[in-house]
């Protein structure tokens, strides 16, 4: 799973580095609490975004949808918004960190999803088959930045 808050780098300038550092803590201390509720694990941050680990789809998606319902119901300013990509499949571990096509295309559809969205592969869709604990918007197609061919996204409803 990858995160990205919406906008970064003019909130950070509107708020000044030392609020926009507080910031990003108290945010990065949320994902890391909600990561320990689901069983993922924070495997680092970039800036204001972050790439974490989980054992099943299932946990990563609950995760991804109690996270935006977070930031979501936050109050005070600047108003945070979140984009979240999920990938799932086989990765390759180096040392504390994670390598591999699947982590790529999970930063990838991070980055093509809007603002306050979640984006999952079609292998995460169908990790989690027809439960009724998901519900997906309708699949669509998408050319992914340095992935070749079309890739099937959903939008996971939160």
């Known amino acids: 799973m990858f995160t990205d808050i919406v906008g970064s780098s003019a909130l950070a300038e509107a708020v000044g580095d030392t609020r926009w550092a507080q910031l990003i803590s108290d945010h990065l201390n949320l994902v890391d609490s909600l990561l320990d509720q689901f069983g993922g694990r924070l495997v680092k941050t970039m800036g204001d975004g972050t790439m974490s680990i989980f054992t099943s789809a299932g946990r990563a998606l609950k995760a991804a949808v109690e996270l ?8 005070g300013e600047p108003k945070l918004t979140l984009r979240v990509g999920l990938n ?41 088959g027809n439960s009724k604990d ?4 309708s699949p669509v197609n998408v050319s992914l930045k340095g992935l070749d061919g079309e890739h099937l996204l959903y939008r996971l409803d939160w």
């Open 134 to 137: 998901y519900a997906f918007g």
């Open 68 to 75: 935006q319902r977070a930031v979501d119901s936050m109050n």
């Open 88 to 128: 799932t499949g086989d990765i390759l571990e180096a040392g504390d960190d994670f390598l591999g096509t699947v982590v790529n295309k999970a930063a990838r559809i991070a980055s093509v999803a809007d603002p306050g969205e979640i984006r999952v592969s079609d292998a995460t869709r169908a990790m989690v």
